[in-house]
């Protein structure tokens, strides 16, 4: 079993602190759900926990061995996989360039079958191999981000906003290629609007509110009590 | 031992006369050798006893190839440093723009090196140097004499008051001996020489005068080499080839094939003027300092200018009397010109017209032809001011 | 046939010259998204070096090996120096930042030898053969053929390659690029020293065939680029057709004695109106775009 | 993306305070800086006052390109070659007319303006590097156009050449003076500076926000995209020409060699380092691109050292201050000042 | 009352719309569909940014078709953006008054119309802000102001909830309900969130692989089995 211990972590956006004293542990086979209001943070701490954005202090390791500050490539290598929102795909290349330029850290044979495993889940992709990735569909868009984050079969995916613009059958779809991915062992970090589709498959749940987490614990805790929530929503 | 100013071997200590001159430095050519032989002239007359006990304070400006830039040099100068003239200036922009400031500021230039039309048809410019027209002419005029040149193509910058204006003028030469005549113009930045030598082919002509800066003269001449064709033309170029370095640029393929002329007397002439010049070079100038033809001009520019001084009361000089007694100049003979310098009142000048053809030869140059006097109609109200003013040619 | 066939020929020769040119430009833009306006100083200072070098009496292949180092090294540094700190720049602010160091290499020549006439001599040049009525040198070919490979070479890299792939990657979004573990400053110092190699060919070629003179194979970068708006930035074929099709224009024009002294512009014009030609029909926004 | 974030960040910045004081803060610098050219010639040495003529025209070139850049989100690397165009129409004008020189460099602008126009065409359906390509391909045409054309010179004919001196463009009556000619400059520089002004403050402005946005935006809201985009290049172009009317008035001519591509690609490049975002940011761009290669021309740099210094700093400077050298003006001023930037 | 018929889209070979033909004539009706099912390409054809290769439109009594993209926005036609479409360098007042700017309204006339839109979105207090500052939830509400400004005919939304917190969707569900009888202009909605549909949407039409399925009352529409097949999974309703 893996874990990614999250310590203390301060990030810079501009002059405003996006996250602000931040600690949490993620494991391997969990999915952890994180909730929040708009600009709580929560995509502020995704893209630095990938090394793209810098990180101002605080520490992130993987196992003992430090993230922090180190390049986003190193990272991916480590097992981290980040699907940032708004599904950004490469929209220059065909989708089935975006899948293979999402397996560099494996060898070609290897990225191939990765990337056949991808469109076994996602038959649409297959459909759509040679088509440009940016004139897809915005949900077509959303299954391909998700497809490149598999192909690097990470310990951890942390996914931003997944459901965002996708129609309900395609939200279930991905929530149970989630569920089975942290049944296989993946551990995952779930960000959601629509709370209630993360807290139904998430093992832990946690609140960010101005950059801080103000709530961890079990997500019946939240269902049972929604004021927390609430409370989080109007601090913003 | 070199010969200058006074001669008298004394430190001039007196108030500086303030002299100026803008050259192109920096940009697509170098265009200092001129300012750069004066400046060791006038370090020459200063050691000498300067002009009757002032020395010469000698500021030159670079004008950048830029007009605005020009502008602002000019400015500076004439009117911030308040210079009594310029001498040894050359320039492709600068006195296309500053002409006027020098005519409103009442302000002579004594150039060395001018390249365009404007330069040889102000009021207030004289240069000692002939530019692109009677040098082109003339080979042209050697050429048909000696060559047997029958149609002569030349190929020159599509700058107008550079190539029209001598290309043109060597077409009109050509047409007034009944012969054939033509140009090809190619703009400065083009990549491709080779049509413009298909162009010329096509011509007719037998003879072909380069007419172009030296580093575009042998892109062309490279695809000449090319095409295999060198023999089947006469080859004939104005000035600009006439540097020590251009034969080993060129090529052994262009020794004795190519006729050269020069707009002043050789290089490695051995009169009295073009040994002093070389020894105040030595010795007052920089050894990286080029021995050129413009160095050749800036040295006679600023000659002619410390006479002109000499005969001025030295605690009268000042622009006034500096301008009218350059203007007075009159009948300068040196074995580095074909031809008397002179100046006098016209609105345009040109007192250098006639010119010598060199053969490349040998990795050098050897004199092919005597001084002689450019044949064109170009130079009718330069001939009708000599006559009024009395200069005898040669 | 006699005189258009010497003339195309002899256009083609000057188009080889603007194709390997352009050709090396859109390579680094498929790469990087950068369109490399120092591309030409970067050539012309190899070329002057390796002028340099002949001069001292070094035999040729010490004078090729040397232009490509420094160009190589010259754009590799751009690459992984400053290119990264620019990346977060649109496409024409990290252009006109190259334009910089252009110049600062253009500065840097003119200090270094004084503004001279030279000429590069390259042994190439002594062999020719006889095509259409023109003879061509055996470095007129050599441009050809280099152009013809690397075109032909490249756009399997781009496509057939991982590292090719990792280019394209890099070019479409940087931090995407990143996110999904492209080594992008490793990719990027590749691409710019590749590209930096390519702008030594094309300065040596140039300085033998065109002229050995800073500003020159400086500021040709700009016909270049027509070159590459016919290609759009990003296609290798038609940017290499372009660019002969503008040296073969360009020749024919010639022979049309009102517009020869015009021809010089053909690039321009070409790149223009081909330009409108391509985008024939299309409708001013388009959905996705924005 | 990343360069509408700093739109934003540059916008929040000079958040409006409302009423006289904004009409104040807004007006007061501008009309120093004009002040400060009306005064200066009385005491600025001849080489400064001509240094200074070019700083204030090359001025209304740099904020010709920053509103386009700014406004419409379009790169125009063809306004060195809009400044020839204008200036050749007022070179031809004054020759061949007796037209006071306010109507030929109008004339000589409204037809920049034209060309900006036919130029707006393909700009239609373009944006970014290809777009500013598409220009930098115009301004090459034109280079090589007016090398063999030549800029008038006082010559017979439509073209006004001949391969003879040239004949000097008269200069305004009120501004024979080099000192009168910056007032004068500095004057219709103003009167440009205003003209963007009431544009981006209206409909016009509005209009260029949401194509700069995005054009589907934009017509989804009822805006004449193609209308608005060709008036922008338009307005664009006629403030360049006017800049090259009011250059060829300086030097009372023009020369060809002046109009090079990489010219109209270096002044844009200034005006990004100078800043699109604040209308000073065009001030010092034209002080980069005419006062300091002239102070260290004055100084006794060589020429050749001063490009690698200019291109050094051109990358720095691109490389350190997004909003270019104005928007740190502008950061520091808020510090200073202690506004609050951002809305909590 | 807009009926539709027989619209066809292609791009390259993917029929994005495929024979659509149907009747809206509700105050707001849903589109919805699975992803890429041409639901934004269906705005674009009646926001006049695709051209459809065949089928006509016609709308309170005009021919839509032939009308360029800006005269149907005067026309009456208004639309937001999947990806939001605000100016962050304009005030709020400014980037919802820009679509009168074009109307030729006197300034009195613009200044009301403008004030109405700010005060229907709940906006008043903020019109003088900068658009830079807005978090998404107001953004969102000027994108919907803007459209609402004037006199429109037809509002439509392309997904306006997505990214929305549940108290934010609240609000917005109020405000999609009162367009109607704010303006009398008829809202389309195109959303993922079924509740959102359901509750402010007397009618719908569901899009797949650009073809119509089935258009009607919202509780019929969402009970038919093929929509629960292809759109919702089976056991979402049940
Ligand atoms: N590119 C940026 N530059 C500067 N500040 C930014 C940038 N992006 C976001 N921010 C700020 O950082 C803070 C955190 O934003 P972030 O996007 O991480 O929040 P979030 O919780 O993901 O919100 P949402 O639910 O809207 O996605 C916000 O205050 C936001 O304004
Ligand atoms: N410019 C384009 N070029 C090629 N195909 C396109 C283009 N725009 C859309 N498509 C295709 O048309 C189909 C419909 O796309 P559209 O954007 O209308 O879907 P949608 O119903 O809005 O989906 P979503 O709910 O995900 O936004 C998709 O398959 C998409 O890939
Ligand atoms: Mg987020
Ligand atoms: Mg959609």
């Known amino acids: 079993m893996s874990r990614i211990t999250i310590h203390n972590l301060n990030v810079r956006r501009g002059h405003k602190r996006a996250v602000d004293d931040f600690s949490l542990t993620l494991e391997t086979g969990r999915i952890t759900a994180l909730l929040g209001p708009n600009g709580a943070g929560k995509s502020s701490l995704v893209l630095a926990l990938a090394g793209v954005l810098p990180i101002e202090s605080g520490s992130v390791e993987i196992d003992g061995k430090a993230l922090a500050g180190k390049a986003p490539e190193v990272i991916r290598a480590a097992g981290l996989a980040a699907v940032p929102e708004g599904h950004r795909v490469l929209s220059g290349l065909s989708v089935l360039d975006n899948l293979l330029a999402a397996g560099f850290g494996h060898s070609r044979v290897e990225a191939d079958r990765a990337v056949a495993d991808v469109f076994a889940i996602f038959p649409e992709l297959a459909e759509r191999k040679a088509q440009l990735a940016g004139s897809m569909s915005g949900g077509q868009q959303q299954m391909l981000a998700l497809g490149q984050a598999l192909v690097a079969r990470p310990k951890f995916i942390l996914a931003d906003e997944m459901s965002l613009g996708l129609s309900p059958l395609i939200v279930k779809r991905l929530m149970g290629v989630i569920v089975k991915l942290a049944e296989q062992g993946t551990g995952i970090l779930l960000i959601e609007q629509f709370t209630h589709i993360a807290l139904k498959v998430a093992s832990e749940a946690s609140v960010m509110s101005r950059g801080r987490l103000t709530f961890s614990g079990a997500p019946a805790t939240l269902l049972e009590e929604p004021e927390i929530l609430h409370r989080a929503y109007l601090a913003q | 031992a070199p010969s200058c100013g006074l001669n008298n071997g004394k430190k001039a200590e007196g108030e500086p006369i303030l002299v100026g001159a803008v050259v192109g430095r920096t940009g697509p050519d170098d265009f200092s050798s001129s300012s750069k032989a004066a400046q060791a002239f006038f370090n020459c007359v200063n050691e000498n006893g300067g002009i009757n006990g002032r020395p010469v304070k000698y500021m030159v400006e670079d004008d950048q190839w830029n007009p605005e830039v020009a502008g602002q040099v000019a400015a500076k100068l004439v009117k911030d440093n308040k210079v009594v003239a310029l001498v040894a200036s050359a320039s492709f922009v600068e006195m296309g723009v500053n002409a006027k400031l020098y005519a409103d500021e009442n302000v002579m230039s004594m150039a060395s090196g001018c390249a365009v039309a404007e330069c040889f048809e102000s009021k207030n410019i004289v240069s000692t140097n002939e530019g692109p027209l009677p040098s082109s002419v003339g080979a042209a005029q050697w050429a048909v004499a000696n060559l047997g040149s029958k149609n002569v193509v030349c190929i020159g910058l599509t700058i107008p008051t550079v190539g029209q204006y001598s290309c043109g003028w060597t077409e009109k030469y050509m047409q007034s001996k009944s012969l054939n005549g033509s140009s090809v113009l190619i703009d400065p930045g083009t990549a491709d020489m080779n049509s413009a030598y298909l162009e010329a082919v096509a011509s007719g002509a037998d003879t072909v005068l380069v007419n172009l800066p030296a580093g575009m003269a042998a892109a062309f001449l490279q695809v000449v080499m090319e095409s295999g064709t060198q023999d089947d033309f006469k080859w004939i170029s104005s000035t600009p080839l006439y540097d020590k370095d251009v034969p080993g640029l060129l090529g052994d393929a262009w020794s004795g094939k190519m006729y050269v002329n020069a707009e002043l007397t050789p290089i490695d002439g051995t009169g009295p003027d073009a040994t002093n010049w070389r020894e105040i070079m030595d010795k007052y100038g920089d050894v990286s300092d080029p021995r050129d033809t413009f160095s050749q001009a800036g040295y006679l520019s600023a000659r002619f200018f410390v006479d002109a001084m000499m005969k001025l009361d030295p605690a009268k000089i000042d622009r006034a009397t500096v301008t009218e007694a350059i203007r007075a100049i009159k009948n300068e003979k040196s074995d580095l010109l074909c031809g008397p310098y002179y100046v006098g009142p016209g609105d345009r000048h040109m007192p250098n017209h006639a010119n010598v053809m060199m053969q490349m030869i040998d990795g050098g140059f050897k004199q092919v032809g005597e001084c002689t006097d450019v044949d064109s109609a170009y130079l009718d109200p330069i001939r009708a001011q000599e006559k009024e003013l009395g200069i005898s040619s040669n | 046939m006699g005189a258009y066939g010497l003339f195309l020929v002899s256009g083609l020769a000057v188009g080889a010259l603007y194709a390997l040119g352009g050709v090396g430009l859109v390579l680094l833009n498929r790469a990087t998204g950068v369109l490399n306006f120092a591309y030409g100083a970067i050539g012309g200072l190899g070329a002057m070096a390796a002028w340099q070098i002949l001069q001292w009496g070094y035999p040729e292949p010490i004078a090729w090996a040397v232009c490509l180092a420094i160009a190589f090294l010259l754009s590799a540094g751009y690459g992984a120096a400053i290119a990264p700190k620019l990346a977060h720049r649109e496409p024409v602010v990290k252009a006109v930042a190259t334009l910089g160091f252009g110049i600062a290499i253009l500065g840097a020549m003119n200090l270094l030898w004084v503004v001279n006439p030279r000429k590069l001599t390259l042994a190439l040049d002594g062999i020719a053969i006889n095509v259409l009525g023109l003879r061509m040198t055996g470095t007129r070919l050599l441009a050809l053929i280099a152009g013809f490979a690397i075109t032909a070479g490249m756009s399997l890299f781009l496509v057939k390659t991982r590292l090719g792939l990792m280019m394209r990657v890099l070019a479409d979004d940087r931090q995407q690029a990143a996110v999904l573990g492209t080594p992008i400053r490793k990719v990027e110092t590749i691409a710019w020293g590749f590209s930096g190699v390519m702008a030594g060919i094309t300065g040596m070629l140039f300085g033998d065939l065109v002229r050995l003179d800073p500003a020159v194979l400086t500021f040709i970068v700009i016909p270049i680029i027509a070159t590459t708006v016919v290609g759009r930035l990003t296609s290798i074929r038609t940017t290499f057709l372009a660019g002969l099709a503008i040296g073969v224009i360009e020749s024919f024009l010639t022979l049309y004695k009102p517009l020869a002294p015009f021809r010089v512009a053909s690039p321009f014009i070409v790149a223009i109106l081909a330009l409108l030609w391509l985008q024939r029909g299309r409708k001013l926004t388009f959905a996705g775009a924005d | 993306m990343q360069v509408q974030v700093q739109t934003s960040e540059a916008a929040v910045s000079h958040r409006s305070e409302g009423g006289r004081s904004r009409l104040l803060s807004e007006l007061g610098a501008p009309l120093a800086l004009l002040i400060v050219a009306m005064v200066l010639p009385a005491f600025a040495a001849a080489l400064w006052l001509k240094v200074m003529t070019s700083v204030v025209i090359y001025t209304l070139t740099a904020a010709s390109i920053g509103l386009l850049y700014r406004k419409l989100g379009q790169v125009s690397l063809a306004q060195v070659a809009f400044m020839g165009c204008g200036g050749w129409v007022a070179l031809r004008l004054a020759y061949g007319t007796s037209m006071p020189f306010e109507i030929n460099i109008l004339l000589g602008g409204l037809f920049a303006a034209l060309v900006g126009m036919i130029f707006a065409y393909p700009a239609l359906k373009m944006r970014g590097l290809y777009l500013a390509l598409v220009t930098l391909m115009a301004a090459g045409g034109f280079g090589i156009l007016i090398n063999v054309l030549q800029f008038p010179n006082g010559g017979p004919g439509l073209l006004g050449f001949a391969v003879k001196s040239v004949s000097y463009m008269p200069r305004p009556w009120l501004a024979q003076t080099d000192a009168a000619y910056l007032r004068y400059c500095a004057i219709v520089v103003a009167l440009g500076f205003g003209l963007i002004h009431l544009h981006e403050r209206t409909k016009p402005g509005r209009a260029w926000s949401l194509i700069r946005r995005s054009e589907a935006v934009a017509m989804s809201v009822g805006i004449n995209v193609t209308g608005y985009k060709i008036w922008g290049f338009g307005l664009s172009g006629f403030l360049a020409g006017v800049a090259g009317g009011l250059l060829a008035g300086n030097l009372q001519l023009l020369d060809a060699r002046s109009f090079p591509p990489a010219e109209s690609v270096m002044i844009f490049a200034l005006t990004i380092v100078g800043g699109a975002w604040h209308w000073y940011g065009a001030v010092i761009a034209a002080l980069l691109y005419r006062f300091m290669p002239a102070l260290l021309n004055d100084i006794g740099v060589n020429g050749d050292a001063a490009y690698i210094i200019f291109g050094a700093a051109l990358i720095h400077a691109l490389m350190t201050a997004p909003q270019g050298i104005a928007g740190q003006i502008a950061g520091l001023a808020n510090r200073l000042t202690g506004r609050k930037e951002d809305r909590p | ?238």
């Open chain 5, 1 to 238: 009352m807009i009926s539709i018929s027989d619209i066809t889209v292609a791009f390259g070979g993917v029929r994005a719309l495929n024979k659509v033909s149907v009747d809206l004539s509700d105050p707001v009706v849903g589109i919805i569909g699975p992803n890429g099912a041409g639901k934004t390409t269906f705005l674009n054809v009646l926001s006049g940014f695709i051209t459809p290769l065949s089928g006509s439109i016609r709308a309170f009594g005009s021919e839509i078709l032939p009308m360029p993209p800006h005269r149907r926005s005067r026309w009456g036609i208004r639309r937001s953006f999947q990806k939001e479409q605000v100016v962050d360098e304009l005030t709020i007042e400014d980037n919802v008054g820009v679509v009168l700017d074009s109307l030729g309204l006197g300034s009195a006339e613009r200044e009301r119309h403008l004030a109405a839109a700010l005060e229907f979105c709940g906006l008043s207090a903020l019109r003088k802000t900068r658009a830079g500052g807005l978090n998404a939830f107001e953004r969102r509400m000027t994108e919907i102001a803007r459209c609402a400004a004037g006199k429109p005919k037809i509002l439509m939304l392309d997904e306006p909830g997505a990214g929305l917190s549940q108290i934010e969707m609240d609000r917005l569900r109020q405000v999609i309900l009162d367009i109607h009888s704010f303006n009398g202009a008829m809202t389309l909605l195109i959303d993922h969130d079924v509740d959102l549909i359901q509750a402010v949407c007397s009618s719908t039409m569901v899009l797949d692989f650009g073809s119509l399925v089935v258009a009607g009352p919202t509780r019929d529409v969402l009970s038919d089995p093929r929509v629960r097949a292809v759109y919702l999974g089976v056991e979402e309703v049940a």
